[in-house]
C-alpha cells in the first residue's frame, strides 16, 4: 500500500512491520506518515505483503516488530532471512536502516531487539541510522521515555501506543529519510563512489 506519494523526492522509503495486536501497526503508519511528510515516496507493508522488490527499490527501510523474548519476532525474522539472494548480489547495501518496537513490559528486551536489527544491517553494509536523542522535545522527556535504537512501545496490557511514541516513531522515519537524501545528494555530486 502506498500512503502517499508527492513526487518532490526521490527518496523511496519501504516501512516493513510484523505486529500481532496492532501496536507495532500503528508504530509502523506514524514512521510512513513521518517519512510521507519529507516527500518521499512511502511503501507501508506488512511483512506479509512485502518482497524482496520492496527491499531492492527502497534506499531507507524501516522494520517494525514486538520484542519476543528480547528479539525480533519470528515472522519478521523469516521475511529478513528470506533476503539472502538480494545480499549475495549486493543489492541490501549502502541503504539506510532503523527499526522500531513494541514490548509488554518496560524491560521487556526492546534495546536487545532493537541491537538485533544493527547486527543484521551490519551484515547487509547498510547505513545505520538510529533516532538517538535527537527529537525536538526536551531531553528529559527524551531519556525518560524513549530510546537512542528506535523508536518504542511499552503495551503492557493492551495499551494502545502513547502521542509520545507516534511521534518518536515519525521523527525517526523523517530522521532517516533526511540522512538518505543527504547522502544520495553526495553521490548525485559524485562525492561517494
Known sequence: ??????????????????????????????????????????????????????????????????????????GLKTFIDSTGDLWRAGKLADKVYGAFVSSASTHGGQETTLTNFTTIFTHW???????????????VEQMLSGNPHGAGHVAGFGNPPTKFALDAARHQAERAVMVAAQLMSTRLLGGVH
Do not use: C, Q
Request: charged share 10%; aromatic share 6%.
Open 125 to 139: 553494509g547498510g547505513i545505520i541510522v538510529p533516532p538517538g536523542f535527537t527529537a525536538p522535545v526536551p531531553l
Open 1 to 74: 500500500m502506498t500512503v502517499r506519494d508527492t513526487g518532490n523526492s526521490t527518496t523511496n522509503v519501504a516501512v516493513i512491520y510484523y505486529s500481532e495486536t496492532g501496536s507495532v501497526k500503528a508504530l509502523a503508519a506514524a514512521a510512513a506518515e513521518g517519512a510521507t511528510t519529507t516527500g518521499a515516496h512511502v511503501r507501508l507493508l506488512s511483512v506479509e505483503a512485502a518482497s524482496s522488490a520492496d527491499m531492492e527499490w527502497a534506499d531507507v527501510v524501516l522494520f517494525g516488530t514486538p520484542s519476543h523474548y528480547g528479539t525480533i519476532a519470528a
